[in-house]
């Protein structure tokens, strides 16, 4: 009876240190299992982190060899095409007080190209660089690109905020806007042909949507990326939207029925200490 007893008590201890062994085992597995996670989580962050700085990193080095072009043009392209413009001027009186009707065409015709081509260098230069942008808001850049499309396009163009005045935002972000709004626009040209687009802008709830809406046939944005060239376009919203936590939905509509854009980026709080912009055609001050 006794060792019945003691075999009964042995075999309870072993069990409860059978217990206590798989609870020791399974504690170890999920502690191991949430480190492992965590760990995992960690990288992921550093890398998503690390892959938004590279592109951040690029689309900057991107604005600021944009701006070396546009001031370069306006420095001394547009410097070039203004001295010849008034030496053409001079030459034109000469060639006036000789009286000689072929060459006063040819001049003619080569002031006017001259200054088609400063107008063309200016234009460039906008395109490079949206002055407009930095010294009075998303607005009025948004209203300006929109007349000079209209000049070179057979397009009706629409434009509305719900705001009077779209409050300030910090630089990166105003740009970012500005530059998805320009990519989207000229998909809806390049790939919808559309006839009409129908650009808005609007605040709410801490939170900035942009929508480009066309009449055209529609594009696939999915068979776009494929094209590597054609893509690269709309990589680039996505690409300016990641570094701003963004995101963009392409609706597909029915046949005949047009396409519709529509990204949408968090407010970012502007810096009290913005510093001024660099004026695309002003050089740095270097302190002496």
């Excluded at 053409?88 to 015709?109: D, F, H, T, Y």
């Excluded at 929508?211 to 494929?226: H, L, M, S």
């Excluded at 094209?227 to 709309?234: D, E, Q, T």
């Amino acid at each position: 009876m006794q060792n019945n007893e003691e075999l009964k008590l042995a075999l309870l201890i072993a069990l409860i240190a059978m217990l206590m062994m798989a609870f020791f085992v399974i504690s170890f597995v999920m502690y191991y299992q949430k480190r492992r996670f965590e760990e995992e989580k960690k990288i992921n962050d550093i890398e998503k982190n690390y892959n938004r700085l590279l592109l951040d990193t690029a689309l900057n080095s991107e604005e600021t060899e944009r701006r070396r072009i546009a001031q370069d043009l306006h420095d001394d392209i547009g410097t070039m095409l203004s001295l010849t413009k008034l030496s053409l001027n001079q030459l034109s009186k000469l060639v006036n007080a000789s009286e000689n009707e072929k060459q006063e065409q040819i001049m003619k015709k080569s002031q006017s190209l001259v200054e088609e081509t400063i107008l063309h260098v200016r234009r460039i230069t906008r395109d490079l660089v949206p002055t407009t942008l930095e010294r009075f808001g998303l607005l009025e850049a948004i209203e300006e690109f929109i007349d000079k499309l209209e000049e070179d396009n057979n397009l009706v163009i629409s434009f509305h905020s719900n705001t009077v005045e779209f409050p300030r935002q910090g630089q990166k972000l105003e740009l970012t806007l500005y530059r998805i709004m320009q990519e989207l626009v000229n998909n809806a040209i390049k790939h919808a042909s559309c006839s009409s687009i129908e650009i808005s802008l609007e605040i709410e709830n801490e939170m900035i949507g942009l929508r480009v809406t066309d009449n055209g046939i529609g594009f696939d944005p999915e068979k776009i990326k494929e094209n590597n060239l054609a893509g690269l376009g709309l990589l680039g919203i996505e690409s300016r939207l990641a570094i701003v936590n963004g995101t963009v939905q392409y609706e597909k509509p029915a046949k005949g029925t047009g396409s519709s854009a529509c990204a949408r980026i968090p407010v970012m709080p502007m810096s009290e200490n913005k510093p001024e912009p660099l004026h695309p055609f002003r050089r740095e001050k270097v302190n002496a």
